[in-house]
């Protein structure tokens, strides 16, 4: 079969998920693939990616099939079959992600968001109401640093129907897509997720916790576990967050899984990807790992002392970022007024402009 003929795949995201993603599919050669890469899309034009990865080894002047610097530009090598969304996710941000791959959406794809979060299918499922939505919760240790991939753990990704009942045409869509990604010898894993609700609140548990306060406090997780942290913050918000995902009926074996994440990094000095951006002082996921299980446990009764804070905390983090990068810019003579006041006028006037 020649290359225009194979199912076309479009992964939108370069960063160290996306680029391995695009790497599995092109490996495989059982599809046409194009890669969206922005900022350094020239570079990746001249000079390729280099891969040092744990699975396929050190490679040189890497690129997929098609390389296009937008989603517009994408839309050229469509019409597409998966577009694979591993982008950030921030519905606070310049654009969602939503309006970001519209241009490359038609009638025959599907949509597999490969990203962190809850209730990210929502606001797809509302754009995209005639596509397939599938959850793509990916295991990996991988980072982009100027086209050079450092993939020190394994690709593995869950893959599932974020509906609760699949249809038979969407099983097949999934194990089409499992076809054309899983490499042979194992370099690779992939299966069917059939409870993808549970997969995502359970990475969730690591995320909610451990994202927020490291971008709070600039600092490394170990960092934060040599001063005590696991006890007076760590546990206490993991257990929160169990009991939000206990409300919505996910039943998560409580102490196994804190465990498993509270011991996860050990030997390892890591810093999450939010502290990781806010270091770059670029924006965080902070909606779509902590704000909407809030708004889950406020919905459903749910008493999250710790994680309230914690998000309020960071929530100025992110308002910080907002302003230095120009996304927000504060009037202070609209704040000269009672400081009781300040937030309400802060929503009405700035936080959904």
């Known amino acids: 079969m020649s290359l225009a003929q194979l199912p076309k795949v479009l992964v939108v995201g370069s960063g160290g998920v996306g680029t391995i993603a695009a790497l599995s599919l092109w490996t495989r050669k059982r599809s046409n693939v194009t890669l969206v890469v922005r900022s350094d899309y020239q570079k990746i034009i001249d000079k390729g990616f280099t891969i040092n990865s744990c699975t396929y080894g050190h490679i040189e002047n890497w690129r997929p099939h098609n390389v296009a610097k937008s989603v517009e530009d994408a839309a050229k090598y469509g019409e ?10 921030i519905p606070d941000g310049k654009m969602t992600c939503e309006e970001i791959i519209k241009p490359a959406v038609s009638d025959k794809s599907t949509i597999l968001l490969m990203q962190n979060g809850i209730g990210i299918d929502t606001p797809m499922h509302q754009a995209f109401p005639k596509n397939v939505i599938l959850s793509a919760v990916t295991h990996i240790g991988s980072t982009n640093y100027n086209g050079i991939i450092e993939n020190k753990g394994p690709d593995n990704v869950f ?37 993808v609700s549970q997969t995502r609140w359970e990475k969730l548990i690591y995320n909610s916790v451990f994202n927020p306060v490291t971008a709070i406090l600039n600092i490394d997780v170990t960092r934060c576990q040599i001063n005590g942290l696991n006890d007076s913050i760590f546990r206490p918000a993991m257990r929160e967050l169990i009991s939000i995902a206990k409300s919505e009926g996910v039943e998560i074996d409580e102490e196994e899984k804190i465990e498993k994440f509270i011991h996860i990094g050990d030997g390892l000095f890591y810093s999450p990807s939010m ?43 992110q308002f910080r970022i907002k302003e230095s990068i120009g996304l ?23 936080a959904h402009k």
């Open 159 to 195: 893959l599932g129907d974020f509906k609760k009942e699949s249809s038979p045409k969407v099983r097949q869509i999934i194990e089409n897509f499992i076809h054309i990604y899983k490499n042979d010898n194992d370099l690779n894993f992939i299966r069917v997720d059939e409870n």
């Open 80 to 89: 597409f079959d998966y577009i694979i969304v591993t982008t950030k996710n």
């Open 275 to 317: 502290c990781v951006d806010q270091k770059k002082n670029q924006l965080m996921e902070l909606e779509i790992i902590l704000g909407n299980p809030l708004k889950i446990a406020a919905k459903n009764g749910v008493s999250t002392p710790i994680l309230s804070l914690i998000y309020g905390l960071v929530s100025v983090v």
């Open 328 to 350: 927000l810019k504060i009037n202070e003579d609209d704040f000269k007024i009672d400081s009781d006041k300040l937030h309400d006028v802060y929503l009405e006037k700035y």
